[in-house]
């Protein structure tokens, strides 16, 4: 059920146009305003989720985490999610390897992940130090997934990897999902399980973010409640910090300006 209330749209259109402008700092590179903020407003309006039961506040922040990302809520590269009077964010997985290929210090030629299924072969060789990953998927597989794996490969040649079994997949679900019976899991799990593998790739790449922002807005879009130390150089104030928001009536206009038709 989409969000109509006019007044609540208002309001988080506001507090968002403000607060973009007062982080115009730390937001992405060729970050584009107008079309963010009409994008945003689609979603609320026009999509799946209700938000009037959230505090906007909580929306506002969720909405901030995407820009300073550069990531865009429209096309699904990342989620913001209602839970109670809360708002949460996650980033998907077509945003995650967004990312990965804009910030990774050794510049990245392709990033994926795959499911592996009963039937496909599948088998990772050493040899003599270097690492190989063979895959060949039995076509049109509706068999039972058996694990997934993510390969990121360099521009210089080299290539890092990761795998997990479906068992270490239901683990890290069970255990460290901040939802894991969540629609996701229960209706798209492939997709899932390839996000699981991905982010645990994530890990071993050296990503380097512009901002304090950027780096804690990935960690807080992961769908698992696993997180390290920041960086010395990403160590800042709380930049979420929860602010009081003043409520403004009015009712929600479609946004117009440069690019917003892009």
Known sequence: MATSDKQYLAVVYKDLDDALTKQVAALAKDFNKPRFLQNCMTVMQDGQADFSKCESATVVRTLLKGAFLGLDFFN?????????SQCNFQTDYKGEIKLCKRYSKNPIK???????????????????????????????????????????????????????SKEEIEHTRQVFSKAKDSKAWKESYGEMCK????????????????????????EDGSEFDVKGQPKEKYQAHDVYADKEKEVIDGDFKEVKGDGADE
């Open 76 to 84: 699904g590269e990342c989620y913001a999610i209602p839970y109670g």
């Open 110 to 164: 392709d990033i994926y992940a795959k499911v592996v299924k009963d039937g496909d072969f599948f088998e990772e060789v050493i040899e003599n130090g270097r690492q190989t990953v063979n895959f060949k998927p039995k076509s049109f597989n509706n068999g039972e997934i058996v694990g997934a794996f993510a390969i990121v490969l360099y521009q210089d040649g080299s290539m890092m990897y990761d795998t997990m």
């Open 195 to 218: 996000k699981t593998v991905l982010r645990r790739l994530c890990k071993l790449i050296d990503l380097d973010f512009d901002t304090a922002e950027q780096c804690q807005a990935f």
